[in-house]
T-cell receptor, first 113, second 112 residues
Framework: AQSVTQLDSQVPVFEEAPVELRCNYS??????LFWYVQYPNQGLQLLLK??????LVKGINGFEAEFNKSQTSFHLRKPSVHISDTAEYFC???????????FGAGTRLFVKA | NAGVTQTPKFRVLKTGQSMTLLCAQD?????MYWYRQDPGMGLRLIHY???????AKGEVPDGYNVSRLKKQNFLLGLESAAPSQTSVYFC???????????FGPGTRLTVL
């Protein structure tokens, strides 16, 4: 069975500082990996995804993530955050032949001025 | 192109009452999903559909039923609401198996 662990439930950071949100997964099969962002009182929207190819994936709003197969990780990074990045971020995994996507518990990023 | 819409946005029920949540998508997606979101638990899959006329159970199906009579609509029913079903419910759709999901804005349900 697949599972996703987001290692931090909350990450406070000052504006313009770098940030890393950590995600580890477990799966016995090939996977697709995703990061979604949820702004207050809204649905989730895709930030970036890894399907195949280059392990460094770039997404919207200056975010990027690196797929590390040996460490089964897919950490999200941004070199300089803005107040507007305050939101909840979800890591998700789906097996390449399956119908279901498993979501992590979420990491709340709080950017302070 | 409205994407994924959900009706209603908010609802308060008393224990034992029933209701139906409607999800509609105008992107011609085959796959549709219902999730519930609870604090600290992320999103949990309730039911899903791989095409018109099909439904299947997800991770937490008990107390819910679904129907997909038309490709663009996916209904979630609660026959006898319980306080444990207080949650935010999200519908999503996807054009390709296991790929990006497109989410609706959510329905906040409170069961008293």
């Amino acid at each position: 069975a697949q599972s996703v662990t987001q290692l931090d439930s909350q990450v406070p950071v000052f504006e313009e500082a770098p940030v890393e949100l950590r995600c580890n997964y477990s799966s016995s099969v090939s996977v697709y990996l995703f990061w979604y962002v949820q702004y207050p009182n809204q649905g989730l929207q895709l930030l970036l995804k890894y399907l195949s190819g280059s392990t460094l994936v770039k997404g919207i709003n200056g975010f990027e993530a690196e797929f590390n197969k040996s460490q089964t990780s897919f950490h999200l990074r941004k070199p300089s955050v803005h107040i507007s990045d305050t939101a909840e971020y979800f890591c998700a995994v789906s097996d390449t032949g399956g119908f279901k996507t498993i979501f992590g518990a979420g990491t709340r990023l709080f950017v302070k001025a | 192109n409205a994407g994924v819409t959900q009706t209603p946005k908010f609802r308060v029920l008393k224990t034992g009452q029933s209701m139906t949540l409607l999800c509609a998508q105008d992107m011609n997606h085959e796959y549709m999903y219902w999730y519930r979101q609870d604090p600290g638990m992320g999103l949990r899959l309730i039911h899903y559909s791989v095409g018109e006329g099909t439904t299947a159970k997800g991770e937490v199906p008990d107390g819910y039923n679904v129907s997909r009579l038309k490709k663009q609509n996916f209904l979630l029913g609660l026959e006898s609401a319980a306080p444990s079903q207080t949650s935010v419910y999200f519908c999503a759709s996807s054009p390709i198996l296991a790929d990006t999901q497109y989410f609706g804005p959510g329905t906040r349900l409170t069961v008293l």
